[in-house]
């Protein structure tokens, strides 16, 4: 019944938030491996998420054309429906946490005063999302990078982030939208997410993910990244690498076909409509 519920609720939102070739946002159920949530629509990631530029600490590495690699690290803590309301996820971050780890290898594309422009490459990037046992550390960063793998992929390359110093290497914010998709060969579990699939395909085809950056790191100034037992090594900080705090949040979209979803969708409301005509009689 829960299957059938959180199918309905995600094609009567892709119905509502638009069809044709424009990206929809999934709508779902969520699960902690026993107990489900449904009508979720947004991941809110911690504002204490961590993030390192790789060399970066030093303001004269700041050139156009100059390559680096960036590395993150969150727990998640809370999701929301469509309307933006908080859906209560009993348990998070207690007895259970979701934790995002990934990694991206970004080109600084312009630099204009203290205003400079990044762009992702799409090599060495990656993203996983994890299900384990609370048990995440900002300050070591243990914990993050281990569970069950719920989602994976790849960010896709000509994303654009921004940063602008107040103190070159000291103090600055920033902002950022960035896409990946799921990953190739891999499928999105669906003990975790439901519905993943739709007719025979993923259902779940990328994530969004945007936010802000910030210097100082502050509380979430960590010494290791993917500090396992994870998928990728340990990457321990460096003096010469430039520590961000990250706040975040993400959406999973969708790339159904229009006309089945509609009409799929219409089928399921009018199934609902007679069963609650049924009930009240």
């Known amino acids: 019944m829960n299957k059938m519920r959180s199918m309905l609720v995600a ?3 892709l119905m509502v938030l638009g069809t044709g070739s424009a990206q929809a946002f999934w709508v779902g159920s969520v699960s902690d491996g026993t107990n489900w949530v449904d009508n979720v629509m947004t991941f809110d990631w911690s504002s204490s998420g961590s993030g390192v530029a790789v060399g970066l600490a030093d303001p004269a590495n700041i050139v156009v054309g100059n390559t680096f690699d960036f590395y993150f690290q969150a727990n998640l803590t809370g999701l929301a429906d469509p309307a933006g ?4 996820f009993p348990g998070l971050s207690t007895g259970f946490e979701y934790t995002l780890v990934g990694q991206l290898t ?12 990044f762009e992702t490459t799409g090599i060495g990037s990656w993203f996983m999302l994890y299900d384990d046992a609370a048990d995440s550390v900002t ?3 243990v914990g993050f990078d281990d569970g069950t793998i719920v989602a994976e992929g790849t960010w896709l390359p000509g994303q654009v982030s921004s940063f602008l ?3 070159p290497g000291v103090q600055g914010i ?7 998709l799921r990953g190739i060969g891999t499928v999105v579990d669906p003990n975790y997410l439901d519905p993943t699939v739709f007719n025979g395909e993923q259902l779940i085809a990328d994530i969004r993910f945007e936010g802000t950056i910030n210097v100082p790191a502050l509380d979430s100034a960590t010494s ?3 500090e396992g037992p994870g998928v990728y090594d340990a990457y321990s900080v460096l003096d010469t690498d430039l520590l961000f705090k990250v706040d975040a949040s993400s959406k999973f979209s969708v790339v159904p076909e229009p006309s089945t979803i509609i009409l799929l969708g219409l089928g399921f409301l009018g199934l609902a409509g007679c069963a609650r005509r049924k009930i009240n009689k």
């Open 139 to 141: 300050s070591t960063g």
């Open 85 to 88: 309301q908080n859906v209560d």
């Open 106 to 117: 970004e080109t600084i594309t312009q630099v204009i005063g203290n205003l400079a422009l």
């Open 174 to 180: 920033g902002s950022y939208i960035i896409e990946g």
């Open 165 to 167: 110093a107040s103190v």
């Open 11 to 13: 094609l009567v939102a």
């Open 224 to 226: 290791t990244f993917f």
